[in-house]
């Protein structure tokens, strides 16, 4: 779970924290204002500034033109995305405001970012219609409307920077780098646009979100690849364009998701790492940043859920955590992200069986889904006690993912299933070649250098018990100090009454249960 958390965290939850390496080397702390991620603020509402002297710029009263048919068929409220004209100076007229009447309150909510950060109202709207596309997994449909908002609006960065949203999402759910050629190109494409509108001063706090958000996933992409002086630049230039968003635009509120986890995840590590320079413990605050992005954002709803569960799981706050999950589950039932952080909840639960069911139903919508494997097998052998399927999911990364962790760690399982088999020889060839691919990784070293085997015994009692019950087995609880030690008869799994197969410890040697 340790490795799994922040692949998924970074790749879907603007992965802003590698930045703090940057300020910790250096020995700063990011000034932080209550304008930027220092409080949570009070957020105005935007369709009463409309009104309010200084927020609009100054412009005189004009007619409404007679024409204006189209602009309501197409739901776009006259003036919005102009430019600061005199039409998008000027309070709501009677036509915006009818308008207005016949929106949802999720449109009105878009109406009112478009209006406070000066960009058009459709580009806006469609582009969070596509990434709701993007959380429901109907990538072929948000790629489409993607595509078509990048030539109908040419300069706009919306549309290449979805698609790199979504390059990124698809290569998260299972760790890998199926998307790179499409996410390269799109990378390249939306910092250009973003580029020479900052260069133009259009939209400038929406521009500085969209960079500081892509150039998080960005960051995380090249940790990923090794590229740690990459990520540590992208990382530091991401959250420098959060704050400076927020600067520009107190009232956007998506930014504060972004501020939030850099506050919350910049605590845990520095916890983490006690030799890295002093940080205030924030993570009370950044958790309520991520619950203010979540109730009011535009963009930030889902990803400060997501932000949340993965929050409240490094906490241990488990059934804080599986609140945040469900909700997502129930909005996105096919959203493979969620269900994988949701079956990891329900394992941390101890409710094995609803845990087999989540991961199960990713295997239904993507079988080659190796990262499901790799958890259901640790599922199967540590916890549901099956062996036959623990061997199936195992073999199954192992041979996916040879020489990466994820592979060379299932191998080893594998050779542990193996051995409690009674396949001793096959067990050896594993974790042999497990250690030949990965001489660091300590659970092989142990099994071939200190002659660790798993015990037998007291597996064939759980594995009896769950067959008998068809339910996981009770984990066995430490014996006291006092207790009487067992018999050599009652075949404890280094004394001297149980068998001991070729390569294992001498007889007599003391063993434990456990193992790593």
């Known amino acids: 779970m340790n490795r799994f958390i922040p692949g998924l965290w970074f790749c879907l939850a603007l992965p802003l924290w590698l930045a703090l390496f940057v300020s910790s080397a250096r020995g700063q702390v990011t000034k932080q204002t209550p304008e930027t991620a220092g409080s949570v603020p009070e957020v105005p509402d935007p369709a009463a500034e409309d009104a309010a002297p200084g927020v609009w710029d100054e412009a005189p009263e004009e007619v409404v033109p007679a024409a204006t048919t189209t602009d309501v068929e197409t739901g776009r409220p006259e003036g919005v995305g102009a430019g600061r004209t005199a039409e998008a100076g000027r309070p709501a007229s009677d036509l915006e405001l009818a308008v207005q009447e016949e929106m949802t309150p999720k449109e009105l909510d878009i109406w009112r970012m478009a209006r406070l950060l000066d960009i058009p109202y459709p580009l806006l709207k469609q582009g969070v219609e596509a990434f709701e596309d993007v959380y429901a997994r109907r990538y ?76 998080g996933l960005n960051s995380f992409y090249n940790y990923r690849q090794d590229k740690v002086l990459g990520a540590i630049k992208d990382g530091w230039i991401a959250i420098s364009d959060m704050e400076r ?58 990803l ?65 889904n190796v990262q499901v494997h790799y958890a259901l097998g640790y599922l199967y052998f540590y916890r549901i006690r099956d062996l036959e399927r623990a061997r199936t999911s195992l073999a199954i990364v192992a041979e996916s993912k040879p020489g990466t962790y994820y592979g060379e760690m299932s191998r080893v399982r594998l050779g542990d299933v193996c051995w409690l088999l009674g396949e001793h020889d096959r067990a050896l060839a594993l974790w042999q070649t497990a250690y030949d691919a990965l001489p660091r990784l300590m659970a092989a070293e142990l099994r071939v250098k200190k002659d660790w085997r798993p015990p037998e015994r007291p597996w064939r009692r759980q594995i009896a018990a769950a067959k008998r019950t068809d339910q996981p087995p009770q984990v066995r609880k430490k014996r006291s100090p006092d207790a009487r030690p067992p018999s050599s008869e009652g075949g404890t799994p280094g004394g001297t009454g149980s068998a001991q197969p070729a390569g294992s410890q001498a007889a007599g040697e003391k063993r434990s249960v456990g193992g790593p």
């Not at 992200?337 to 101890?350: D, P, S, T």
Request: charged share 25%; net charge negative.
């Open 140 to 215: 072929d449909q948000a790629r489409k409307t993607f595509e078509a908002l990048s030539l109908e609006y040419p300069e706009a960065a919306l549309g290449p920077f979805g698609m790199a949203v979504l390059a990124q999402a698809q290569m998260a759910e299972n760790l890998d780098y199926s998307q790179d050629q499409a996410y390269q190109s799109a990378l390249a494409v939306v910092l250009d646009r973003i580029d020479a509108a900052l260069d133009r001063d259009q939209s400038p706090a929406w521009n500085y979100f969209m960079r500081g958000t892509v150039l």
């Open 245 to 302: 968003a927020r600067k520009l635009t107190p009232a956007f509120v998506d930014p504060i998701l972004g501020l939030g986890m850099y506050n919350y995840w910049r605590s845990v590590v520095t916890v983490w790492f006690k030799n890295l320079p002093g940080f205030p413990d924030r993570r009370q605050e950044g958790l309520e940043q991520m619950i203010y992005a979540r109730d009011h954002g535009v963009f930030a709803p889902p």
């Open 304 to 368: 400060a859920r997501l932000a949340l569960a993965f929050s409240f799981y490094e906490n241990h706050r488990f059934d804080d955590a599986l609140e945040q999950s469900l909700a997502l589950y129930e909005a996105y039932p096919d959203n493979i992200i969620n269900l994988q952080v949701l079956g990891r909840v329900y394992m941390r639960k101890r409710k094995y069986r609803k845990a087999e069911k989540i991961l199960l139903q990713v295997l239904e919508i993507d079988p080659a």
